[in-house]
């Protein structure tokens, strides 16, 4: 699915050089989910831009199913992102006045999809939101956008999803349930690769990566993840109590 071999990116600022990638190597087998972790600066980022053909390394190769992307153009690294790549943000990146039907279309219309409509209503009714498809981003709440930002992502049936702090902007409890969703699409055979600084949010992964100045220090599998709904349904139940305990009258009352 993804192979990079010493894998390197420079900047330059000015006469000077400034390494994000320092000969990193890994591999990414088809239905992973994977957690990219490490401090800023560590070249996370870097990573996934060009993971995402949203970016070029100064040397070494990157295989995305396949096919050597290091160097294509960037005609053709739009094309790949079309056809192959899905993008979920932390900040969402939703039209303020489009409904969320609308959102989930774009990618269609930019790559000439046919059945446009019902394969973004497909995409809504996967990430629970087939009652929800005619709101703008300002009716829905942060989660519900998320959503919308997750079935854009998977509408045009990507062979990778990548996922750049997708909970970050969430309260645990949302957060819990977009995971759920990763993981559910995960099992359904898609291939996912996410920046976390969220050690709790890693856990959910089967395999967590660590960078640090650009290099890959710490690579290992997951034994047991978190299971996102089972943890979803938990802080819901504790809600309800406590919700329900603050409604209760005191014994002075």
């Given at each position: 699915m993804i192979e990079v071999v010493n894998l390197q990116k420079e900047y330059r600022l000015g006469q000077v050089r400034v390494p994000a990638l320092r000969g990193l190597s890994l591999r990414v087998e088809a239905g992973e989910l994977?957690?990219?972790?490490?401090?800023?600066?560590s070249g996370k980022s870097t990573l996934m831009n060009i993971l995402g053909c949203l970016d070029r390394p100064t040397a070494g190769t990157?295989?995305?199913d396949g096919s050597d992307v290091s160097h294509l153009n960037d005609s053709d690294l739009a094309d790949v992102r079309n056809r192959k790549l899905g993008f979920v943000f932390q900040t969402f990146n939703l039209l303020p006045r489009s409904d969320a039907l609308h959102n989930v279309e774009l990618p269609l219309i930019y790559a000439g999809g046919r059945r446009r409509r019902d394969r973004a209503q497909r995409a809504l009714e996967a990430v629970g939101l087939g009652e929800r498809m005619r709101h703008r981003p300002t009716e829905l709440s942060g989660g519900e956008q998320q959503r919308v930002a997750i079935a854009r992502?998977?509408?045009?049936?990507p062979v990778m999803l990548l996922a750049d702090e997708p909970t970050g902007n969430l309260d645990t409890r949302t957060g819990e349930e977009i995971m759920a969703i990763f993981q559910e699409l995960n099992r359904a055979g898609t291939t996912v690769v996410l920046v976390t600084h969220e050690q709790d949010i890693a856990l959910h992964a089967k395999r967590i990566i660590v960078l640090r100045d650009g290099v890959l220090?710490?690579?290992?599998?997951?034994?047991?993840p978190k299971d996102a709904r089972?943890?979803?349904v938990r802080l819901a139940a504790e809600a309800a109590r406590t919700q329900g305990a603050a409604m209760m009258p005191s014994a002075d009352a």
């Open positions: 994977v957690a990219v972790m490490g401090p800023s600066g990157y295989r995305l992502a998977i509408v045009n049936d220090i710490h690579d290992e599998s997951v034994p047991a089972e943890e979803a």
